[in-house]
């Protein structure tokens, strides 16, 4: 019963709250919401970039064919990460190898380029959203904060109607100014976490794709000048 009278008690307050008080709640509880949505996005999109990652360097040292890897690869349209850094990568290295008279330092400059493209891209992917998390998390409590003063504000600038001040005469102004500051610690503390936890995963990821492509690239550098020693 008496969480029932809290939870009544708090909704009053926020709708009892004066306009600009209820507009940075609104701002609030609409960048929690948004925040969430991008925190279970990140989360299933880093952690099904890890998969694919595991899975595609197991069957890239496993001793398969390059060549049938990348049309194992190129035959579908829902590669991402690492098999991309791959696709691109192979892609350019057999174009420009294929060329009449192609240097060697050549072909290895552009396909290391075209990876370094990738890896960009995939970079992009990994932290997007972000930003907008980590703005979130130190903007948020300045909001709420905002809010807080400006209700208090309010409660005084009453006050000066009231010729007997009392606790209960003040309460009711600072208590629905304060639930302002609590909504945005309640936008900033999930917001924060996930930004440090998904920044940090991104970091770990983006440091195992560069760590492929340089293998990728000392494979691929054996094979150009394999070739060249042999004709």
């Known amino acids: 019963m008496s969480e029932a009278e809290n939870t009544l008690s708090i909704w009053s307050l926020i709708a009892e709250a004066s306009f600009v008080v209820q507009l940075v709640m609104l701002i609030l509880f609409l960048a929690s919401m948004v925040s969430w949505v991008m925190i279970f996005q990140r989360g299933m999109y ?7 990652f595991l899975a595609f360097e197991k069957q890239f040292w496993s001793g398969i064919d390059l060549n049938q890897l990348f049309r194992q690869s190129n035959g579908r349209n829902d590669t991402d990460g690492v098999e ?9 290295f057999t174009r420009l190898r294929q060329q009449t008279g192609a240097d060697p330092d050549a072909v290895m400059e552009g396909s290391q380029r075209a990876m370094r493209v990738a890896l960009a891209r995939e970079e992009e992917k990994l932290e ?22 400006w209700g208090i504000m309010n409660s005084f600038r009453g006050l000066a109607n ?11 102004g600072i208590s629905e100014a304060l639930v302002a500051t609590a909504i945005g610690l309640f936008a900033a503390i999930p917001a924060v976490l996930a930004y440090n936890r998904y920044s940090t995963r991104a970091e770990a990821l983006m440091g195992n794709y560069q760590t ?14 394999s070739k060249q020693v042999s004709s």
């Open 128 to 149: 997007a959203g972000l930003p907008f998390l980590a703005s979130v998390a130190s903007v948020s409590p300045y909001i709420g904060l905002f809010g807080t003063v």
């Open 162 to 172: 009231v010729h007997q001040t009392t606790l209960a005469t003040v309460a009711p």
């Open 84 to 92: 991309n850094i791959f696709r691109a990568g192979f892609k350019e």
């Open 212 to 225: 492929f492509a340089e293998e990728f690239s000392a494979i691929l550098h054996r094979q150009v000048h």
């Open 46 to 52: 880093q952690r099904k970039a890890h998969n694919a």
